[in-house]
């Protein structure tokens, strides 16, 4: 039911009003009976209404008084003064005028009293004026006194009826006046009572609104505590779900990894065109998906709120000559010119995590270089010096572009520029979500701007704070091999990786025993003694987490054993899971010998290590398990290199030298550099060939074998190749073969000069 | 001339003006209207002062219009200042007993006097007033002039009929 009176919907004017009414109503009877009351009081003082009695009276009294005056002037021969006679008249003369002039008169003036008073006192004053004109005559004529004291004698009754007379109409008066002011006082009543009845309505509608303002207010709180609820439920399940896909994701990469290096060992000579095809389609999907799981993991990264960006010193410069490096072969693939141009006022080092700047200029070219059929890429790195940020990356395309519509929706999750494109040109449409949440994190955005069949212009200002050129930090490097031989356990369900642990293990001079699962792992702890437990984040039958809370339950000394965790998991809290479960130490996925050094190190299972150094910061010590590269991104890539010196870690390569017999060392030296069946040139004949899943996976092994020898020139060029391969899904450009070679001749010198002068 | 000369301390008193015929009070020619008695320091008839109305209407004239309770129209009132009355026979007391013809009597207090423009008519609208038009004298205050002297306290004050004055 609609109230009668919603108070809630009022407006100002509306209590305005209401107030002024209400006051109108209650004040204006009031004041109307106050007037009416001041009226009363002050007829009262003006007409002196009791006076009308004393009037009367007095002029009986003087008509009195001049009686007993003419009776001694009658009676007593003495003498009298006749003007005091004559005085005595004028007195009660001037008293008629008092009685007959008087204001409320009316109370009398219709009475018969009155009247025949009046003109009984006419009749006397019309014959005594006369006689009283001459006192000293009057006084001697006793005849005329006892005519005037006769007179004066009828008159008396006359006027004495009038004194009467005037004390009945006063008490008339006053019971007039009792009957108004009795009037008056039940109007006031009725009128308080009135007033007390609005008032009463004003306050029960003030109460009923006050009620459902509560009602309302109770109402509105159950609400918003149901929509919390609802929202924490839906975010704990949007962030199961991304702990989940980032699980999924990483789940299914591992395997992944090893359907692509078993696709390419079929990958021989003798096969037929048609198998080469179904091989190159297989793939082909098999990178595409790899990609895709590789958005995937980013975007769910980004949603659970884990990623975050290591920010280091960065060559901008650098930066930008790497991806133009890596880009130029696919835009000349599809016959496009890629102009990269960095300004020359650009800040030399800036404050950025590479990876993911790389990440969003792959991204916007590559798109670019995808929607454009002919024309010119041009890539600007710019300095903005007064705008909001301080560098701003532009890409431009003489593409096909884009209608205001598909601009909108450009950022929506898996939307993409044309339904039909996706299947000519593929990718997950999560890369530019991708690159414009990075390019937030950065501080910064994407900004585009279309023009349909004229091409597209992606801006990305980013505030990259300047820094200095970082010093040439020493990086410590492990003396493989050197400190205590432990024994150690490894839980690892993954062969390859298992297998990878065991050459590691190997080469740093301890023992390894390898079980499947974290249950295996806990028969082989009760079995015998070891030094330190690694236990990979995620097995079957019993996890990493599980596995470690079932050792701290043990009995006997190998509850206390030390627990490395080896987890790729790029959910944070994991971490914090893990220490809360009893876990001692963590080494990053895919493990590399330095890592698992330092966190022995740290468990204080080994001494502090003899440090050599390695000049430049980024010291080759990425050893992958299997073949898990983070595709996305190519890795580091300089400059070719030109002298020996870059050409190898010395140490790193000394290192192999002690750990490895020499023959074993002279057959991998063969393998990679001999002239008829090496890897590199293995590697350079899949690229002649154009062969490119084979260059992807030649270039692979090549790296892994590089970095293994300390050879960083080879290492870096076949990690460039092996990307490039992975990025441009085609033909890689020639250009990289005689950088091969000569990647391999200088290591060939060092090598001869290392020879010479064996202590670096 | 029968001036009576009364040499009491008043005498000493109005000397510094040398200006003794201040102090006289001539005897009244005619019928006398109003007597003054009680403390006052000029005296014509005994231990009293008499007026006659030619002596009334010698000392300096004052006239105002007012309403009263007693005719319906604002009236015109002629006649000498109260205070200059007393002054002429020296009052020196507090209080005045004012008697009338009729015998009504009221005090008013000489504060009265000093604070308002009380005058003794004796002509009501520029003509004499009979005894039984309220005269021959009658004691009027200046009721338009304050809202105070609309009082019945000062209506009682207003005495018609006059004949004598007491100071006390």
């Known amino acids: ?760 | 001339m029968t001036t009576r000369r009364t040499l009491n301390t008043a005498l000493l008193w109005a000397g510094l003006a040398l200006s003794a015929p201040a102090l006289a009070l001539d005897a009244p020619s005619s019928r006398p209207v109003l007597t003054v008695s009680g403390k006052i320091a000029v005296k014509n008839a005994g231990n009293t002062a008499r007026f006659d109305m030619k002596m009334i209407k010698a000392l300096p004239q004052h006239s105002f219009t007012t309403r009263t309770p007693w005719f319906d129209k604002p009236v015109k009132f002629t006649g000498p200042l109260l205070a200059d009355l007393l002054a002429a026979v020296k009052a020196h007391g507090t209080t005045l007993s004012a008697v009338a013809i009729n015998d009504y009597r009221i005090d008013i207090p000489m504060t009265d006097v000093q604070r308002y423009k009380v005058i003794v008519a004796h002509q009501l609208d520029d003509k004499s007033m009979a005894v039984r038009d309220k005269g021959p004298l009658f004691v009027v205050f200046p009721f338009d002039t304050a809202a105070e002297l609309r009082t019945s306290t000062y209506y009682e004050r207003s005495i018609w009929q006059l004949k004598a004055l007491e100071v006390r």
């Open chain 1, 1 to 760: 039911m609609r109230p009668l009176l919603d108070l809630a919907q009022w407006r100002r004017w509306q209590w305005v009003s209401a107030v002024a009414v209400l006051l109108a109503v209650t004040l204006t009877p009031l004041a109307w009976i106050q007037w009416q009351q001041v009226k009363l009081l002050e007829d009262v003082s003006k007409n002196q209404v009791d006076s009308i009695m004393w009037q009367a009276y007095q002029l009986e009294r003087e008509l009195g008084r001049l009686d007993a005056h003419l009776l001694e002037a009658t009676g007593n021969p003495r003498p009298l003064d006749p003007y005091e006679l004559s005085e005595r008249y004028e007195v009660f003369l001037s008293r008629i005028d008092l009685v007959t002039r008087i204001p409320r008169r009316d109370l009398i003036d219709s009475t018969p009293a009155y009247n025949e008073a009046l003109s009984a006192i006419n009749a006397f004053v019309m014959q005594a004026d006369p006689l009283f004109a001459q006192p000293e005559a009057l006084i001697k004529d006793p005849v005329r006194l006892a005519t005037l004291a006769s007179s004066v004698k009828v008159l008396l009754p006359k006027v004495a009826e009038l004194t009467r007379e005037a004390n009945r109409a006063v008490a008339r008066f006053v019971d007039e006046r009792h009957a108004q002011l009795r009037q008056q006082s039940v109007l006031l009543i009725t009128l308080a009572g009135g007033q007390s009845v609005v008032m009463l309505i004003f306050v029960v509608v003030l109460v009923r609104h006050i009620h459902r303002q509560q009602q309302q207010y109770t109402q509105l709180h159950q609400l918003s505590r149901e929509l919390a609820d609802a929202r924490d439920q839906a975010e704990a399940a949007n962030h199961g779900k991304s702990v989940f896909l980032a699980n999924m994701s990483h789940e299914i990469r591992t395997p992944f990894q090893g359907l692509l290096g078993m696709l390419n060992l079929l990958d021989e000579p003798g096969l037929t065109p048609q198998q080469r095809d179904y091989l190159q389609t297989a793939c082909d999907s098999a990178l595409h998906l790899l990609g895709v799981l590789n958005d995937i993991l980013d975007v769910s990264t980004m949603e659970s709120g884990t990623l975050k960006l290591s920010e280091a010193p960065v060559n901008l410069r650098a930066v930008v000559q790497e991806v133009e490096f890596l880009m130029k072969v696919a835009a000349n693939d599809k016959g496009l010119e890629l102009r990269v141009h960095a300004a020359s006022d650009l800040p030399a080092w800036v404050l950025a995590d590479a990876t993911r700047l790389r990440q969003i200029m792959f991204n916007l070219i590559n798109n670019a270089i995808k929607f454009t059929a002919q024309g010119t890429v041009t890539v600007e790195m710019s300095c903005e010096a007064n705008g909001p940020t301080g560098v701003v990356l532009t890409v431009r395309d003489t593409g096909m572009g884009m209608d205001s519509e598909t601009v909108e929706n450009l950022f929506t999750r898996f939307y993409q520029a044309d339904s039909s494109l996706r299947r000519r040109i593929g990718g997950t449409g999560l890369g530019l979500e991708i690159s414009r949440k990075l390019a937030r994190m950065m501080g910064g955005d994407i900004h585009v701007c279309s023009e349909l069949g004229k091409g597209s212009a992606f801006t990305v200002p980013l505030r990259l704070q300047t820094t200095t050129e970082p010093a040439k930090d020493s990086v410590a490097h492990c003396a493989l091999g050197h400190g205590r031989r432990l024994k150690v356990l490894v839980a690892e369900d993954h062969p390859i990786n298992m297998k990878y642990m065991r050459i590691l293990l190997d080469r740093m001079g301890h023992d390894g025993v390898f079980c499947e699962n974290g249950a295996e792992a806990l028969q082989c702890l009760a079995g015998r003694p070891f030094d330190v437990v690694l236990l990979d984040y995620h097995m079957p039958v019993l996890d990493g987490l599980a596995t470690t809370e079932a050792i701290r339950k043990l009995n006997g000394p190998m509850a206390d054993i030390k627990v490395i965790m080896v987890t790729a998991d790029v959910v944070n809290d994991t971490r914090q899971r893990a220490l809360d479960m009893g876990v001692n130490e963590f080494a990053s996925k895919p493990l590399r010998a330095i890592d698992l050094q330092r966190a022995l190190q740290r468990c204080g299972l080994l001494d502090e290590p003899i440090l050599s150094t390695t000049s430049g910061h980024d010291a080759l010590g990425t050893v992958h398990a299997g073949a898990i590269p983070r595709p996305e991104i190519p890795t580091r890539l300089t400059a070719p290199g030109q002298s020996t010196a870059d050409a190898i870690d010395a140490a790193a390569h000394a290192d192999m030298v002690s750990m490895l017999p020499r023959e074993t060392l002279d057959k991998m030296l063969t393998a990679l550099m001999d002239p008829r069946q090496s890897t590199v040139h293995a590697l350079v004949r899949a690229l002649e060939t154009g062969d490119h899943s084979a260059s992807c996976a030649i270039a692979h092994d090549l790296k892994g074998i590089a970095m293994m020898l300390g050879f960083k020139a080879i290492a870096r060029t076949a990690a460039a190749i092996e990307q490039l391969v992975m990025q441009a899904q085609d033909r890689v450009s020639p250009d990289l073969i005689p950088q091969l070679l000569n990647d391999l001749k200088l290591t060939q010198e060092a090598l001869r000069q290392i020879e010479i002068q064996p202590n670096v």
